[in-house]
């Protein structure tokens, strides 16, 4: 999670977003679209992440894409491996996830929403680069929401670096160790993030098959300094160019240290993408026009052929 931030919220792509926005704006004023009477077709499979560094490596796997932005998420349809798929990205926290899913299930009808982007770690077992599906999502209040995944021991210890266990959605980020180990002790969690809690309460809401895949980006004994924690509690742009400013003045050497991030999180968001493919084959869905939500869950033994799929994908790529 804190790599996610750490690379999400860089000055220089911030300013990138804000100029490609405007452009688009710009063109959008000169040769308006035609408005459609006609509603979106639906897609079975939905994958929503938060920044586009998480859905990267996914999206580059698609063929036949067309990227749009649209109210409340920017969005990638396409298709992978002969399956059609919308890869969509909701900005960070709580507010902005549960506002994309509402908006995607009334878009596209899916019949599985997959809510994936990185997590930061909250056990020592679970290591930068390891994957968590989670069986259950809670929050630090307490409230907690099953997911209903039911995995074989056996095929889960035959996939390197995957777990299956509780993840925690927090509003901010986690930076320093003995937070992260707080944490873990007090609600029994392997991992955070910002999102899924969001997420998964609207697609039980709206009846909607829901399952969470995250990929640990930060160890729990990793942090950040204290002048990149400052860039990332600022508010505004110009507030986060000064910080940033003020960071590479007071300590050059951070500016290597983002782009170190950087490469890493590339990383992360490649091996994330290659378990999702494995996965996505997986999830059973009903031909095109049913109605989303109508089928019941798969079974423990549908789930567990998911991880023996991804096992072979994932066998090269042990966690650091």
């Given at each position: 999670m804190l790599l996610r931030y750490l690379v999400g919220q860089f000055v220089r792509q911030a300013a990138q977003d804000k100029l490609r926005e405007a452009v688009s704006q710009a063109a959008e004023s000169v040769n308006p679209q035609e408005p459609s009477d006609l509603p979106p077709p639906g897609c079975p499979l939905a994958c929503l992440f938060a920044l586009n560094i998480e859905?990267?490596?996914?999206?580059?796997?698609?063929?036949?894409?067309?990227?749009?932005?649209?109210?409340?998420?920017?969005?990638?349809?396409?298709?992978?491996?002969?399956?059609?798929?919308?890869?969509?990205?909701?900005g960070v926290g709580a507010e902005a996830a549960a506002r994309a899913?509402?908006?995607?299930?009334?878009?596209?009808?899916?019949?599985?929403?997959?809510?994936?982007?990185?997590?930061?770690?909250?056990?020592?077992?679970?290591?930068?680069g390891a994957i968590l599906m989670a069986n259950e999502v809670v929050k630090p209040s307490g409230e907690s929401l099953d997911i209903r995944l039911r995995m074989d021991r056996a095929a889960i210890e035959a996939t390197p670096g995957l777990f299956v266990g509780r993840l925690l959605t927090v509003d901010r980020v986690i930076a320093q160790p003995d937070e992260k180990r707080r944490l873990g002790d007090e609600t029994?969690?392997?991992?955070?993030?910002m999102e899924t809690f969001a997420v998964a309460e609207v697609?039980?809401?709206?009846?909607?098959?829901?399952?969470?895949?995250?990929?640990?980006?930060?160890?729990?004994?990793?942090?950040?300094?204290?002048?990149?924690?400052?860039?990332?509690?600022?508010?505004?742009?110009?507030?986060?160019?000064?910080?940033?400013?003020?960071?590479?003045?007071?300590?050059?050497?951070?500016?290597?240290?983002?782009?170190?991030?950087?490469?890493?999180?590339?990383?992360?968001?490649?091996?994330?993408?290659?378990?999702?493919?494995?996965?996505?084959?997986?999830?059973?869905?009903?031909?095109?026009?049913?109605?989303?939500?109508?089928?019941?869950?798969?079974?423990?033994d549908e789930r567990e052929t998911a991880t023996e799929k991804t096992a072979d994908a994932n066998s090269e790529e042990r966690t650091e």
């Open positions: 859905a990267g490596g996914l999206v580059d796997m698609t063929q036949d894409r067309t990227s749009i932005r649209g109210a409340s998420f920017v969005e990638h349809r396409g298709d992978l491996n002969g399956q059609a798929l919308v890869i969509a990205e909701s899913t509402e908006d995607l299930i009334d878009l596209h009808a899916p019949q599985w929403i997959v809510s994936a982007g990185f997590a930061g770690s909250l056990n020592v077992d679970l290591r930068r029994g969690s392997l991992a955070c993030d697609c039980q809401r709206r009846k909607v098959k829901f399952l969470s895949v995250r990929i640990v980006s930060d160890g729990i004994d990793e942090s950040i300094p204290p002048e990149i924690d400052k860039l990332l509690q600022q508010d505004s742009l110009v507030a986060k160019i000064g910080a940033a400013t003020g960071a590479v003045f007071n300590r050059p050497s951070s500016v290597k240290d983002m782009w170190a991030l950087k490469e890493q999180a590339l990383k992360a968001t490649d091996r994330l993408a290659k378990f999702l493919v494995g996965v996505f084959p997986q999830l059973p869905v009903e031909a095109t026009g049913a109605a989303a939500g109508d089928a019941e869950p798969p079974d423990g």
